[in-house]
């Protein structure tokens, strides 16, 4: 079917036309040797032999995810908002901006929403055509989240998912989830849990779950 | 016909593999890596992206390109690394003879002192004093121009029965469950780099952005879980028309 859009880009019209061809299919990687992690070191060899990369920032990169970007970041903005309303509204209406106060930004996090779970409304975030996440405020996303599993279910089962992580929402809430479709990359503000009036901001930010944040769990409860 | 990244939907699948205690209460026993290859993997997808070679579309669209039976049974990280050497044949970087060579010599200990050696870095680079910075800065995918957007807030629309890429197996972000759909506008989100082209080398060609909600009796009549719930997608102008 062909749109009319008046904005649809010229090039795409040309790609209709049948005058580009795709190259899809390809099955190069099928002569690396069949161990994924002799996989990984024959192309890593290669590049760093052809000094394409360089062996600093592989470990730099693997550094900084694997100890300094992870959950805990986003935690701290939560706790945030639950302490701080002026916060909270920054956050809500420009998320991006509020989250780099903290110190927060960068790669697969440069357009953040802030989804709010309210009384009626529940929020999950899945990426169902790959695993666009939050990088900057979550990390690297962890294996459930990249799952085929989680992707094909969650836009069609969502209270079931949600019961498998053991959490069962009211039949009377609306669950909205969010497929991450495009660039924007979305981050769900918990409740903030009962009984933590007296809580301070770092004491708060250790309730918040990596779950809770992502739609498949709630903070955690404070005895 | 459904390809098998656009899984959204999809029947065919299992529990979602976590755990729950006994008091049913999730457990989180996730490693940021579990093995260092998985670390690897990411660590040198990024750097090779940063050599400028391709976009980030265009590394979906190669993780989309793998042979299904492959991407099926791949896991995650392989998926990548499978994808990636392709990328770096396809642009020309590595030849397949570089890696027939280099497959050989990972696995014959006699090379190990070859491996170990450094070597002169290529001017394309990463270097890893910039790693930091660049990361905290990323690449928007939004662009400063002036289109003005067709569609507000509240407008009816429905989406395209077919990916506006007609290149077949083309790139598109609109899942083929929501095709074909009624929603609602609820958010102009500006103007974003648009996938379809930029996954093939065919331009950013930017174009405005919306959150669209969709009822799930829309896109599931025939299940009944919880008809009241909603699905929000984010979806640029060709991806949809006004509903009349």
Same mark, same amino acid.
């Not at chain 1, 900057?136 to 294996?143: C, E, H, K, Q």
């Given at each position: 079917?062909?749109?009319?859009?008046?904005?649809?880009?010229?090039?795409?019209?040309?790609?209709?036309?049948?005058?580009?061809?795709?190259?899809?299919?390809?099955?190069?990687?099928?002569?690396?040797?069949?161990?994924?992690?002799?996989?990984?070191?024959?192309?890593?060899?290669?590049?760093?032999?052809?000094?394409?990369?360089?062996?600093?920032?592989?470990?730099?990169?693997?550094?900084?995810?694997?100890?300094?970007?992870?959950?805990?970041?986003?935690?701290?903005?939560?706790?945030?908002?639950?302490?701080?309303?002026?916060?909270?509204?920054?956050?809500?209406?420009?998320?991006?901006?509020?989250?780099?106060?903290?110190?927060?930004?960068? !790669?697969?996090?440069?357009?953040?929403?802030?989804?709010?779970?309210?009384?009626?409304?529940?929020?999950?975030?899945?990426?169902?055509?790959?695993?666009?996440?939050?990088?900057?405020?979550?990390?690297?996303?962890?294996?459930?989240?990249?799952?085929?599993?989680?992707?094909?279910?969650?836009?069609?089962?969502? !209270?079931?998912?949600?019961? @498998?992580?053991?959490?069962?929402?009211?039949?009377?809430?609306?669950?909205?989830?969010?497929?991450?479709?495009?660039?924007?990359?979305?981050?769900?503000?918990?409740?903030?849990?009962?009984?933590?009036?007296?809580?301070?901001? @770092?004491?708060?930010?250790?309730?918040?779950?990596?779950?809770?944040?992502?739609?498949?769990?709630?903070?955690?409860?404070?005895? | 016909?459904?390809?098998?990244?656009?899984?959204?939907?999809?029947?065919? #699948?299992?529990?979602?593999?976590?755990?729950?205690?006994?008091?049913?209460?999730?457990?989180?026993?996730?490693?940021?890596?579990?093995?260092?290859?998985?670390?690897?993997?990411?660590?040198?997808?990024?750097?090779?992206?940063?050599?400028?070679?391709?976009?980030?579309?265009?590394?979906?669209?190669?993780?989309?390109?793998?042979?299904?039976?492959?991407?099926?049974?791949?896991?995650? #990280? *392989?998926?990548?690394?499978?994808?990636?050497?392709?990328?770096?044949?396809?642009?020309?970087?590595?030849?397949?003879?570089?890696?027939?060579?280099?497959?050989?010599?990972?696995?014959?200990?006699?090379?190990?002192? #070859?491996?170990?050696?450094?070597?002169?870095?290529?001017?394309?680079?990463?270097?890893?004093?910039?790693?930091?910075?660049?990361?905290?800065?990323?690449?928007?995918?939004?662009?400063?121009?002036?289109?003005?957007?067709?569609?507000?807030?509240?407008?009816?629309?429905?989406?395209?029965?077919?990916?506006?890429?007609?290149?077949?197996?083309?790139?598109?972000?609109?899942?083929? #469950?929501?095709?074909?759909?009624?929603?609602?506008?609820?958010?102009?989100?500006?103007?974003?780099?648009?996938?379809?082209?930029?996954?093939?080398?065919?331009?950013?060609?930017?174009?405005?952005?919306?959150?669209?909600?969709?009822?799930?009796?829309?896109?599931?009549?025939?299940?009944? @879980?919880?008809?009241?719930?909603?699905?929000?997608?984010?979806?640029? *102008?060709?991806?949809?028309?006004?509903?009349?």
């Amino acid at each position: 079917m062909l749109t009319s859009n008046l904005s649809f880009p010229g090039n795409l019209r040309r790609m209709q036309m049948g005058k580009v061809k795709n190259n899809n299919h390809h099955n190069h990687h099928n002569l690396l040797p069949s161990d994924p992690e002799l996989r990984v070191k024959t192309i890593e060899s290669l590049l760093l032999s052809k000094g394409l990369i360089d062996p600093d920032s592989i470990e730099e990169i693997i550094d900084l995810y694997e100890n300094k970007i992870g959950p805990q970041n986003g935690a701290k903005v939560i706790a945030k908002a639950w302490t701080d309303n002026e916060y909270k509204k920054r956050l809500i209406t420009n998320a991006t901006s509020a989250i780099a106060e903290l110190g927060f930004t960068g !790669r697969q996090g440069e357009n953040i929403i802030v989804v709010e779970n309210t009384e009626k409304i529940h929020n999950i975030i899945v990426c169902t055509l790959c695993s666009c996440y939050p990088w900057p405020v979550l990390g690297i996303p962890p294996s459930w989240y990249k799952s085929d599993e989680y992707r094909a279910r969650t836009v069609r089962e969502p !209270r079931k998912v949600l019961e @498998e992580f053991g959490l069962k929402i009211d039949s009377n809430k609306i669950i909205k989830v969010w497929d991450s479709t495009s660039e924007l990359r979305y981050l769900v503000l918990p409740q903030r849990p009962n009984n933590t009036e007296r809580l301070n901001e @770092e004491e708060l930010s250790k309730l918040v779950t990596r779950n809770s944040m992502i739609g498949t769990g709630l903070p955690k409860v404070y005895k | 016909m459904k390809r098998v990244h656009d899984m959204g939907g999809s029947y065919e #699948y299992g529990e979602i593999p976590v755990s729950l205690d006994s008091e049913g209460d999730f457990i989180d026993d996730e490693y940021v890596f579990k093995y260092s290859w998985h670390a690897k993997a990411l660590a040198i997808t990024l750097a090779s992206g940063s050599l400028g070679e391709w976009t980030l579309d265009e590394s979906r669209h190669a993780r989309e390109c793998l042979p299904p039976k492959d991407y099926k049974n791949f896991s995650y #990280y *392989e998926r990548w690394i499978a994808s990636l050497v392709n990328l770096l044949i396809y642009k020309k970087i590595v030849s397949l003879k570089e890696i027939i060579r280099f497959s050989k010599l990972v696995d014959d200990k006699n090379s190990q002192n #070859y491996l170990n050696k450094s070597f002169k870095l290529d001017k394309r680079a990463w270097l890893s004093q910039n790693v930091k910075k660049d990361l905290s800065i990323g690449s928007s995918s939004s662009r400063k121009i002036n289109i003005k957007p067709a569609f507000k807030k509240g407008d009816l629309v429905r989406t395209v029965l077919k990916n506006p890429n007609t290149i077949q197996g083309g790139h598109t972000r609109l899942p083929s #469950y929501a095709m074909g759909k009624k929603g609602v506008v609820t958010k102009y989100r500006g103007i974003h780099v648009f996938p379809d082209t930029n996954a093939h080398s065919f331009g950013e060609k930017p174009l405005p952005l919306y959150t669209i909600e969709f009822n799930f009796s829309e896109l599931w009549p025939s299940e009944n @879980e919880s008809s009241h719930d909603i699905i929000c997608l984010d979806l640029w *102008e060709p991806y949809f028309k006004k509903q009349t």
